[in-house]
């Protein structure tokens, strides 16, 4: 049984950093894509960032030189390095793991359709400014 469990999230003001964490157990790893979503309130969930058995990476455009996906296959985990961060940051963040496809890259409307993947719980990230 595959498990997803987020952890890190927290408070910090405007320019600060945190780094979330994504522990996955019962995947097999030959074959994924993993992906860290936010959902702010009142907005539509959003892919952040990326990272696949491809090799490929990529980042939302509004995070990139901000954020970085980091992974740890023998310690299976992921994890998210958000500095920089600023108020419309605030939201939601969520951990997924699924199997690579055609791509693995934020955007990809396979990444969120019904069934696909194991998510977390989510953890909340609030920036003040």
């Known amino acids: 049984q595959v498990q997803v469990e987020e952890s890190g999230g927290g408070s910090v003001q405007s320019g600060g950093s945190l780094r979330l964490s994504c522990s996955i157990t019962g995947y097999d790893y030959s074959n994924y894509c993993m992906a860290w979503f936010r959902e702010a309130p009142g907005k539509k969930r959003e892919g952040v960032a990326t990272s696949g058995s491809d090799g490929v990476i990529s980042y939302l455009d509004s995070v990139k030189g901000r954020f970085t996906i980091s992974e740890d296959n023998a310690k299976n985990a992921m994890s998210l390095q958000m500095n920089s961060l600023k108020a419309e940051d605030t939201a939601t963040y969520y951990c997924?793991?699924?199997?690579?496809?055609?791509?693995?890259?934020?955007?990809?409307?396979?990444?969120?359709?019904?069934?696909?993947?194991?998510w977390g719980q989510g953890t909340q990230v609030t920036v003040s400014s």
């Open positions: 997924m793991i699924g199997p690579l496809w055609s791509a693995c890259m934020v955007g990809i409307a396979d990444l969120q359709r019904p069934g696909y993947g194991y």
